[in-house]
């Protein structure tokens, strides 16, 4: 029975089964409507159980990682040098995808008919279905909106950047509390994560059921179309990401002195790794091996940057979070101005961050933390993306570990430290869990 479950996961989280799940969803929301229709609503239960650990999924994670930075002993100035070039990173990323969406714009195209079906389908957001999404002025609306004067209300009213704000804030202040009992908060923390995640797996064996339902009811609502619309997102997000990568190899060339070429070359084990395992995890060890044989960095600080930019850094899913946004707002029609380019680049990175080691759906959850400051669909948006993961996954994931590798090559370049045994670490100590 024991070894049973684990093959039973594996099979049913195969790409296959996933890609199978999907079709056979898509077929029957193409052929019976009405019977497509009550697997829709049957498929809402299957994104409430998703949902229940959305929230306590995304503060274990933020106070966790947060906190496992500051408890070291490393120095104040070194942690705002690696805060600086994370947001920076991140902010870079999120304005690069922001940009190519919008230029290439993955959603326009469908039929009119097949938008007002989907904005009939989701009334509560018919205020927003007006050709923009919000005035510029709204700003420090929005900034004083996600300053919570009662946590707990906050978490009553599912104001979820509110609670993410409040969780970097009590992850950083446990880290520099860690000899009043702090790490063991942080141990709590991490253990209510790594129990949350054994919950979502749970769910995750019933995924294939899950995206036949969900699947099937979009289709029999909004037509065939949609599915045409998700391919050219999918050829969005292999052309940003193939973008970036390009990016990080000058990166690290131009940080290590090493040419182009033999750059990416003496990465090529860690990026096949997480291109076919999907998981940023996996490549670690494979990564930090590269970083310290093939480039010479000093291991002491790889060791620490790498498996922490996984967690806090994770730029790939940036680019999944942004593009999504782009995607389901020009699905609906809908104009960016300057509020919407900030809202969709700050809770983009939060939601990012936040998603960083939850498995596929669950990650995909965290759209809600961009989607509602922008009155965008939740629902409509995780079970779009959710066809497409198990394709764009693979080539997200290999960005997130590029990114680290170029991150650590930056930050490793002539720093000078006072003693390297307070940077001495471990690649297992800095991450929060295992995806």
Known sequence: MNKALPMLGRFLSHPLAILGAVALGGTIGWLNKPLAIELGRLGEIYLALLEMCILPLMIGAIVSGIGSLFIRKIGNAYVMRIGIVFVGGMILVAIITLTIGMLVGPGKGLEASSAEILGAEVTRFESAVTGSLGDDHKIIEFVRDIIPSNVFEAATQGKNLSLLLFSILLGAA????SEQGGDIAIKAATGAYEALLKIVGWI?????????????????????????SMLKLVACVYAIALLLMVFYTLVIARSTGVSIIESFKRLKGPLLISFVSSSSYAAIPSALSSLRNGFS??????????????????????????????????????????????????????????????????????????????????????????????????????????????TAAVLSKNETVKSDEQFETTASAAITAPN
Request: proline share 8%; glycine share 10%; net charge negative.
């Open 174 to 177: 446990l880290g520099k509390c």
């Open 297 to 406: 960095l000093n291991p002491t600080k790889s060791d620490l940057i790498l498996p922490l930019g996984i967690n806090l850094n994770p730029q790939g899913n940036v680019v999944h979070f942004v593009l999504a946004v782009v995607f389901v707002s020009q699905i609906f029609n809908l104009d960016f101005g300057p509020y919407e380019i900030f809202i969709v680049i700050v809770a983009g990175m939060f939601a990012a961050v936040a998603a960083a080691g939850a498995p596929g759906i669950a990650a995909l959850g965290m759209l809600v933390i961009v989607f509602e400051p922008l009155n965008l669909p939740v629902a409509i948006g995780v079970a779009l993306l959710a066809a497409i993961d198990p394709i764009v996954d693979p080539i997200l994931t290999t960005v997130n570990v590029h990114s680290n590798c170029a």
């Open 204 to 228: 995750m064996y019933a995924l294939p059921v899950g995206l036949v339902l969900i699947i099937a009811g979009q289709v029999a609502q909004v037509g065939p179309g949609i599915l045409t």
